[in-house]
């Protein structure tokens, strides 16, 4: 291809507005968006013509893990097995698949929250992201969380999710196991010096595992207090698995900057993400989705009852204009159906336009990096996608990427 490079479509979202405009001239040279509906486009330059379709900015995923799932697990979904049975090398092939379905899936941004499984203290999320980085895979561009910060007996301790006996497989603070203040400073410190660029916390209960309640506070408040202070000294944001309403409350009040999940947050706990700008990612499609069938009788029973009332929290959050980024928790969703989640937006009340921005701009923003990603926008990352329609409409139409750039290259094209 020459160095320029334009691309022609019927239309585009401008996510800035809120509205679709018509035609799309978008001009890309260098991996960035350098015009917008010129009067002239540049000489000699390689030009798409790709019709009738909409082209957005691509989407963002603020939630999921790539390491599990996919091939190798029943219709795409984690092998029950998955935190004993494989060794980290094939666990790392195993995602370097995923991560090209959920590029072809037209989502170019992902945070990989939080590594759950043994793997002697190797970051192979950040191993992934440096992978593709220099071009050896075709994946989204990754936010690598390195491994989950849990408490011994965790929601996101690898032994609880097959109920291992002692001492069958010992974790070290490298591997997320961490129990007071000392410990959860030294986690964090192993986590970023390792290349996380985002820590996650394992904060309460779980649905899925064989833990506490998914109600339960699994940390107390002074260290939720010593993760953020590590992680926001060293410039790094935090997430939270938090399911239960009091520890919502914890993790806001010590700073935590996104919840993941928030199931059984309450109308309180709802303003006060609203007060302190605390970002949500509700993960809302799974609780109808989830192929919960193949779970333990006691899980299934945890999910029975929590999924109902996380789907009845989602409107309230909505309307109260907190901060909602698209996240999945894929593979509680097969790897590439991400765009799910946009669909169970707009079921819980958003408009079809509010859930392109939570899974654009919004989800730029909690990863700071509002400036070059989330809109077509001159000076911005050419991360471009197109789809059929109007999904301002239609939001369905995210289901059918037609065409992916991610950075100037081309890595879809009917």
């Not at 691309?7 to 401008?14: E, N, T």
């Not at 007060?275 to 799974?286: K, M, P, Q, R, W």
């Amino acid at each position: 291809m020459s160095e320029a490079i334009v691309l022609r479509a019927d239309r585009w979202v401008d996510i800035d507005a809120g509205v679709v405009r018509s035609p799309a001239v978008i001009v890309v040279e260098g991996g960035r968006i350098t015009a917008v509906s010129p009067a002239e486009v540049p000489a000699n330059a390689t030009e798409f013509d790709l019709g009738d379709v909409t082209l957005l900015p691509g989407l963002m995923d603020m939630e999921l893990n790539l390491l599990i799932g996919g091939p190798g697990g029943p219709d795409g979904l984690p092998n029950p097995m998955h935190g004993v049975q494989d060794d980290p090398v094939y666990r790392t092939l195993r995602g370097a698949v995923n991560a090209r379905a959920t590029l072809q899936a037209g989502f170019t941004t992902v945070r990989n929250l939080g590594l759950m499984v043994k793997t002697g203290g190797y970051m192979l999320d950040v191993a992934l992201q440096r992978a593709i980085d220099q071009g050896w895979h075709e994946g989204p561009r990754i936010v690598p969380a390195g491994h989950a910060v849990t408490p011994y007996g965790g929601h996101l301790d690898p032994t609880v999710f097959q109920r291992l006996a002692p001492g069958i497989m010992a974790l070290s603070v490298a591997e997320g196991i961490a129990n007071g203040v000392a410990e959860v400073r030294a986690c964090v410190r192993y986590q970023i010096r390792h290349g996380a660029k985002v820590i996650k916390i394992s904060a309460s209960g779980g649905v899925m595992s064989h833990s506490t309640a998914p109600g339960s506070q699994q940390y107390s408040d002074e260290e939720f207090v010593a993760i953020v202070d590590e992680a926001h000294r060293a410039g790094i944001r935090v997430a939270a698995h938090a399911v239960g309403d009091s520890s919502v409350q914890a993790c806001i009040r010590a700073g935590v900057d996104c919840i993941e999940h928030g199931f059984l947050a309450t109308d309180e706990s709802i303003q006060m993400m609203v007060d302190h700008g605390t970002f949500l990612v509700s993960t809302t499609y799974l609780t109808e989705a989830m192929a919960i069938e193949r779970a333990a009788p006691e899980l299934q029973k945890k999910a029975a009852e929590i999924f109902p009332q996380a789907k009845a929290m989602l409107p309230k959050a909505i309307a109260a204009g907190v901060k909602i980024a698209c996240g999945t928790d894929a593979p509680a969703i097969p790897h590439g159906e991400n765009a799910m989640e946009l669909i169970a937006l707009v079921d819980r009340g958003m408009t079809p336009m509010q859930a392109l921005r939570a899974a654009t701009v919004t989800s730029a923003e909690l990863i700071q990096r509002e400036d070059e990603l989330g809109q077509l926008a001159v000076g911005y990352l050419a991360d471009i996608i197109a789809v059929p329609g109007d999904p301002s409409e239609d939001i369905t139409a995210t289901r059918d990427v037609r065409f992916v750039m991610k950075e100037g290259r081309v890595y879809k094209h009917a």
